[in-house]
């Protein structure tokens, strides 16, 4: 095999890799900032038999937030297992724990789902950390000006939310490039898989080396447009 | 007529009792400067009047309208949000550091809320941001970003910005008191304007001398209960209360 056919071969497992990166970013960026008011969500529907202060248990059975509590554990779940296990579950698991049979299309949608519930659990912890530290006067200022609550988190929160957590955002944009390469897990041929079987096949190490530029120059286009978004948002401080 | 009714206001953090039976009648056209030590509860009680925290009981009254009142049980009961927000319109607030909209350059700042609020057409909320901005001597800073500009000019946007919402009545909390002290002139001298114009105004300030140039009534509190209040003559020159007396003693000795 030429140089010319693995790089052929590697460019197309490319654009798949490209694809699993675009559809994550689209599902989970949004995703992420639901999961983020659950995150915050302070519901108390228990909070009535706190009139009973009498018992401990109810005072702590009174303070439960159910939608934070279900969310706090979606989010550590995510952080706190391989990527590539919470692939595998999403693959296998509908066959292994429901029984339902797969067809092969599904191996693409599972790369997809694993993808954006494992980067929205990030960019929601994201979201929060930028959405608690505005100052709680702009807030008060959009409220004493009328502003509904939607309003003011659309017109006044957001962007200035958006400009703290571009830097961070930029990180995990980053590290889903590469995060791509997982997808070999459950056999899914992108990049990274196409350029494994490819090298093994042919005994060479040349595919990994073109992988790894292919990356590495997806990765400095994807650096130097998150650098002009944090460049247009210079406008204000 | 009356603006403004705050009736027996009582607000309390948890354990601490922060207003306690507080009675303010605002009238067009007044003055009020509230004075008193910090930690009296000044800006709660404009928090309370600006919808910002709940007070826990007493009535509260814009131009006759209830925005809250408590019944017969002793339960405060605020009126819907659709109430809420027509009464949120009768007021302006402008705060100690200015909160103005860093995103947003000064004009937008100020006619925002006009277009998206108060659903005024975009060209008639440029005039009347230009004519107010105009007036402060902010002109040529109607395309700058907050960040450029300096703390007195900040904060005479901020005002600009309550009064192009029309209020019946401006709050101010310690407008100048994050300013250098050679930036706090401009800004009184822009508050002094709107009197002679015969704003309603409600200003809570630690500057003496000028409660005593503009305002019509003096409220003194102290630990959440109106001391004393008057005409700024009775109050700030010869107050009846050793309380009153002792606190403008602090500031009669430079
Ligand atoms: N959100 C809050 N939670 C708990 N306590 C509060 C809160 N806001 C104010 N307080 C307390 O209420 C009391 C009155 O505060 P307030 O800010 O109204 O005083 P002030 O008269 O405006 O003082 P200053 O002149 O320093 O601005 C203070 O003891 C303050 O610590
Ligand atoms: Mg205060």
């Known amino acids: ?237 | 007529m009356k603006v403004l009714e705050l009736n027996n206001i009582k607000k309390a953090f948890g354990d601490l009792s922060v207003l306690q039976d507080i009675t303010v009648t605002v009238n067009k056209g007044e003055v009020v400067a509230i004075i008193g030590p910090s930690g009296s509860g000044k800006s709660t009680l404009l928090r309370c009047a600006t919808l910002l925290e709940t007070i826990d009981s007493g009535e509260i009254i814009y131009l006759g309208e209830h925005a809250a009142r408590t019944d017969a049980s002793g339960h405060v009961q605020y009126e819907d949000a659709e109430q809420l927000k027509n009464i949120r319109s009768y007021f302006g607030l402008v705060f100690q550091n200015f909160n103005l909209f860093p995103h947003y350059s000064v004009m937008k700042n100020v006619t925002d809320a006009l277009i998206s609020v108060q659903k005024v057409q975009k060209g008639k909320a440029k005039e009347r941001a230009s004519a107010l901005l105009e007036k402060m001597g902010l002109q040529d800073k109607a395309d700058c970003y907050p960040y450029q500009l300096s703390g007195g000019q900040q904060q005479r946007v901020s005002i600009v910005r309550a009064l192009a919402m029309n209020p019946e009545v401006l709050f101010f909390d310690e407008p100048t008191s994050a300013l250098d002290p050679e930036l706090t002139g401009e800004v009184l001298k822009v508050i002094r304007s709107l009197s002679e114009d015969n704003m309603t105004m409600v200003i809570v300030t630690h500057e003496m001398q000028f409660a005593q140039q503009i305002a019509d009534t003096v409220y003194f509190m102290d630990a959440g209960r109106v001391v004393e209040k008057g005409s700024p003559e009775s109050v700030l020159q010869s107050p009846k209360e050793e309380r009153t007396q002792r606190f403008l003693e602090r500031y009669s000795t430079p």
């Open chain 1, 1 to 237: 095999m030429t140089l010319g056919t693995i790089i052929t071969q590697l460019a197309n497992g490319l654009l798949k890799s490209i694809l699993i990166f675009s559809l994550t970013l689209i599902g989970s960026l949004p995703l992420g900032l639901f999961v983020a008011f659950g995150r915050m969500n302070r519901w108390t529907p228990f909070k009535k038999f706190a009139l009973n202060k009498k018992s401990r248990l109810i005072g702590l059975v009174s303070s439960i937030k159910p939608v934070q509590m279900l969310i706090k554990l979606y989010i550590s779940l995510m952080r706190g297992t391989p990527l590539m296990l919470q692939l595998m579950v999403v693959y296998f698991g509908p066959y292994y724990l429901l029984g339902i049979s797969i067809g092969q299309n599904y191996r693409f949608y599972a790369v997809i789902i694993g993808f954006i519930l494992n980067y929205a659990a990030y960019f929601a912890e994201i979201y929060r950390s930028g959405i608690e530290s505005m100052p709680v006067g702009q807030y008060e200022a959009a409220a004493v000006l009328g502003y509904s609550k939607a309003q003011t988190f659309i017109k006044i929160i957001l962007p200035q939310v958006i400009k703290r957590i571009l830097p961070a955002i930029t990180n995990e944009v980053i590290t889903l490039v590469k995060d791509t390469s997982l997808a070999f897990a459950i056999a899914y041929t992108e990049m990274f898989t196409l350029a494994r079987k490819i090298a093994s096949s042919q005994t060479t190490l040349v595919p990994f080396v073109v992988a790894g530029i292919f990356y590495y120059f997806f990765n400095l286009l994807v650096a130097w447009f998150m650098e002009r978004c944090e460049n247009k948002l210079n406008y204000f401080r």
